[in-house]
């Protein structure tokens, strides 16, 4: 069926830099996406969302891009800290899950290292 | 601070035991998530809840897991007999939707760290 799947594994970034995470979504009816940062021992916390109705979305050093026609949706990370390691998910909106709390489909997760 | 709370954090088991895992989601909250996470399969939603009422529990390998809430304040995930693929960390996450928006914000717990040998 189709999923919400993520490009690379692991991405390694120094200290300062930006960082930019990726993910495919294979579903075009989706709506609504999430990004969420689990950090080791930890439960997921959310980090920021985006409507389809929107291609771009800012928070605190954190940007979240959507592009439709190729159904891709990306993270960055300004000025990325070592607080920033963790595991980062993308999430969907299945069709026909539209609504608050409604059920979310995740993405297998990329790892974030810092270097320092 | 207003949290979702799990217990136990962990659990190591023999195949064949019943497990039973607890969760309190935050007060106020109407929607609680029960997700299964591993190496393999990533985080995937075994059932969730609105207003106490299960909505979805497709996910949930229906002959050995249950899942219910009690009561607003306690969800439960139960495995009977629990076998060694169980093996995982369980989260629960709570929600709310006061204003009835399509603000999708799930709370995870800290999740239980299960064991079966």
């Known amino acids: 069926g189709e999923s919400v799947g993520l490009h690379l594994p692991t991405l390694s970034v120094q200290e300062g830099d930006n960082s930019i995470i990726n993910c495919a979504y294979s579903n075009s009816a989706s709506d609504y996406f999430i990004w969420y940062k689990q950090e080791s021992g930890k439960g997921p916390q959310f980090i920021i969302d985006i409507r389809s109705n929107m291609d771009k979305r800012q928070g605190q050093r954190v940007t979240v891009l959507l592009n439709k026609t190729v159904k891709h949706l990306s993270l960055q990370i300004a000025a990325t800290q070592p607080g920033d390691s963790a595991v980062y998910f993308c999430?969907?909106?299945?069709?026909?899950?539209?609504?608050?709390?409604?059920?979310?489909?995740f993405g297998k997760g990329i790892t974030l290292s810092v270097r320092p | 601070d207003a949290r979702v709370t799990q217990t136990p954090r962990h659990k190591v088991t023999e195949m064949g035991q019943e497990v039973t895992m607890r969760c309190q989601p935050i007060?106020?909250?109407?929607?609680v998530f029960w997700y299964r996470q591993t190496m393999m399969q990533g985080l995937e939603l075994l059932a969730y809840f609105r207003n106490r009422a299960p909505l979805d529990d497709s996910g949930m390998p229906k002959d050995r897991f249950s899942a219910e809430m009690p009561d607003a304040t306690l969800a439960t995930l139960k495995i009977q007999p629990s076998e060694p693929r169980d093996s995982a960390v369980y989260f629960c996450a709570s929600g709310s939707d006061p204003t009835g928006t399509l603000f999708n914000e799930q709370f995870f717990g800290p999740g239980t760290r299960l064991t079966v040998l």
């Open positions: 007060l106020g909250h109407n929607t």
């Open positions: 999430a969907e909106n299945p069709p026909g899950e539209t609504g608050a709390n409604s059920k979310l489909t």
